[in-house]
């Protein structure tokens, strides 16, 4: 016998094996399988990795809204004609303490969703950031660094916060060069007044955010401070 009529034989044994176990379950393995209705969107989806604080955050500021627009109509379309994100702008987000930053840059992730773009986005603070690339025991940073640079959004929270060192310099250098190149948007927010930010993230991180952020500074009150006075 060849190897050829031997396979046929071999899978028709195992379908037949597989009926008599989903028979024996009362599974009638010829039914129709009816999809379940797509009830979950993606921003139901989102809200379950947006931190509660910003699960309601809307991003009202008109800098914003104008560089979500953007990037929801310069989107690629995927399949089903549904739009996608490609290459953009980037947004630097800056100002005070409790100005609403966070709640802007989450604003505008669940804005987008909320116009349907589909979107792969990740989002950590430049502090998490330095801390996970520290070697540890069952972790993989390189690996971490890799899908942050990659992923098609990032919200890259409170640059310039972190203690700086060459290490963290570089290691920031990496990720926004990275998304400098591919030209991947990219949401950054920092406290730092935009001419502080050279001295605190290096003059080649500060360059490339010049070249590919619009900015927005927000002014105002301490927020926090505000609500619980
Ligand atoms: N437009 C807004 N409407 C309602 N609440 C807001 C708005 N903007 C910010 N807040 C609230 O104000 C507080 C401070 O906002 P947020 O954390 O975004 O400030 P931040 O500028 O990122 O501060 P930090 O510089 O300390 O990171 C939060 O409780 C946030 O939910
Ligand atoms: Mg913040």
């Known amino acids: 016998m060849t190897t050829a009529t031997r396979e046929p034989r071999t899978a028709a044994r195992a379908v037949n094996r597989i009926g008599a176990i989903l028979a024996a379950r009362g599974i009638d393995p010829r039914a129709e399988i009816i999809p379940e209705p797509d009830t979950v969107t993606a921003l139901q989806l989102a809200d379950a990795r947006i931190p509660p604080r910003y699960l309601g955050a809307l991003a009202d500021h008109p800098r914003i809204t104008a560089w979500t627009d953007e990037i929801a109509r310069t989107g690629r379309r995927g399949p089903g004609g549904v739009p996608g994100i490609a290459t953009g702008p980037s947004l630097l987000i800056a100002g005070p303490t409790g100005t609403g930053k966070t709640h802007q840059a989450y604003g505008a992730i669940r804005a987008l969703l909320a116009a349907g773009v589909r979107l792969r986005w990740e989002a950590t603070t430049a502090a998490d950031l330095y801390a996970a690339q520290r070697p540890q025991h069952g972790s993989d940073p390189e690996q971490q660094l890799w899908r942050l640079g990659r992923s098609p959004l990032l919200l890259l929270d409170d640059l310039g916060a972190a203690k700086h060192s060459p290490w963290t310099e570089e290691l920031t250098y990496r990720l926004v060069n990275h998304r400098y190149n591919q030209l991947l948007p ?43 006075g």
């Open 186 to 228: 990219t949401l950054v927010t920092t406290n730092l007044p935009v001419a502080e930010l050279r001295d605190a993230v290096g003059d080649r991180v500060a360059s490339r955010l010049a070249e590919m952020t619009d900015r927005v500074i927000l002014t105002g009150h301490d927020r926090r401070r505000h609500t619980a």
